[in-house]
């Protein structure tokens, strides 16, 4: 059984950093591919990043690149996403996702079967 619970977020100014966790609290870690995704109020659920099992290919959509860096540590059952020069339009809940049964860099969150609860990312201005 696979448990996700995010960790991490909160309120930052615009140029400013946060590293979002998610941890497996399940009893095994079986995940494998993972992925973040966001979603404001009124707005579909946006894909984020993802990486594969072994994490040596990771994906990101286009106004993250370069400022989002994903990454996991199995040995840990954790999943990270570190943040950096955040802005104003990155608010958002961000949730983390894990496939059992796929592995690869996954962009579309009906792959996913396992979600967390999510965490409240909030950038001023």
């Known amino acids: 059984q696979v448990q996700l619970v995010e960790s991490g977020g909160g309120l930052v100014q615009a140029g400013g950093s946060l590293r979002l966790s998610c941890v497996d609290s399940g009893r095994t870690f079986s995940s494998r591919a993972m992925g973040w995704f966001r979603q404001t109020q009124g707005k579909e659920r946006e894909f984020v990043a993802a990486i594969n099992w072994i994490g040596t290919r990771k994906s990101y959509t286009d106004s993250v690149k370069g400022r989002f860096t994903i990454s996991r540590d199995n040995a840990k059952n954790t999943m990270y996403l570190q943040m950096n020069n955040l802005k104003p339009e990155d608010t958002a809940v961000y949730s983390c996702?894990?496939?059992?049964?796929?592995?690869?860099?996954?962009?579309?969150?009906?792959?996913?079967?396992?979600w967390g609860q999510g965490t409240q990312v909030t950038v001023s201005s």
């Open positions: 996702a894990a496939s059992t049964k796929v592995d690869g860099i996954i962009s579309e969150d009906v792959v996913y079967d396992y």
